[in-house]
């Protein structure tokens, strides 16, 4: 789902209000966008990505994951970096906040792979995820000095209800104790996806503050007004929440391109 070579962005646009309440090209008076970036360690740094000083720019650092450092088992909360940190260490993040002062920094959970299989959601109970999910996490993000967190898990060993127990009380802790300022989910058309996800936001929908919606993990012939169809489903499916329309700059992923019609759907 989420193959990265340079990166995937995510842009909020006004298609439906209230759902999507801004707009990359000015239409409303909070501009947002979003950016995954680390995953495929091929050298690509903050400074490589043009920044429009006019627009709040979230880069999310794809991946932290609760698996051991060489992938090969999961740790029930103990997250560690798989993201390209000699050109996404904690001096670059600082430099690039230092520089451009519209930029922010999250980190992302999950992901599709780690090691040479799935990263999967496996907690052994509720309560030891979250505990040692909030303790390593927290270490993370102030060693980065990061902003926020965006849960993109893909797959998973445990029920909707754990799932939602898990990241609701993470991400409400999280920013209680003011550790993060902003949370986002990732999920994408599938059924099992979309069961966890809509779990969380039916319990813990009020503390999300957007949705990343992998519109990208559509088919590549999707059209302008099928496109404009699966915004609205996704709308409803996530209602009240501020969904973000995305592309991906990976010609062989999916979805609306820019080529195709992308901003004019916007």
Not at 100 to 114: E, P, Q, Y
Not at 161 to 173: H, Q
Not at 202 to 222: E, M
Request: aromatic fraction near 14%; proline fraction near 4%.
């Amino acid at each position: 789902m989420l193959l990265i070579t340079l990166f995937h962005v995510l842009i909020l646009v006004s298609l439906r209000p209230p759902s999507s309440a801004a707009a990359l090209l000015a239409r409303q008076s909070s501009d947002l966008f979003r950016a995954y970036i680390g995953a495929e360690f091929n050298g690509v740094k903050f400074s490589d990505v043009p920044i429009n000083p006019g627009v709040e720019f979230h880069f999310i650092l794809s991946f932290a994951i609760d698996y051991t450092a060489d992938g090969s088992y999961s740790t029930d909360g103990h997250f560690n970096v798989f993201w390209d940190t000699d050109n996404l260490s904690p001096a670059q993040v600082a430099a690039i906040k230092h520089s451009k002062k519209n930029v922010r920094v999250a980190l992302s959970l999950g992901g599709d792979v780690v090691g040479n299989g799935n990263a999967y959601f496996k907690p052994y109970s509720i309560e030891s995820w979250f505990s040692n999910a909030v303790k390593s996490l927290t270490q993370i993000i102030r060693e980065y000095n990061l902003d926020g967190i965006d849960i993109n898990y893909e797959h998973f060993s445990a029920d909707p209800d754990t799932f939602a127990e898990c990241i609701g009380r993470l991400v409400t802790t999280l920013k209680n104790q003011k550790v993060i300022s902003f949370a986002s989910i990732a999920p994408f058309d599938d059924d099992q996806v979309q069961m966890h996800y809509r779990a969380l936001w039916n319990k813990y929908g009020n503390i999300i503050d957007y949705v990343n919606f992998q519109f990208y993990a559509y088919d590549s012939s999707t059209t302008v007004s099928q496109f404009l169809s699966y915004f609205e489903k996704q709308s409803s499916n996530y209602p009240g929440g501020k969904l973000l329309a995305s592309f991906s700059t990976d010609s062989s992923s999916g979805g609306l391109s820019p080529a195709k019609g992308f901003f004019s759907a916007s």
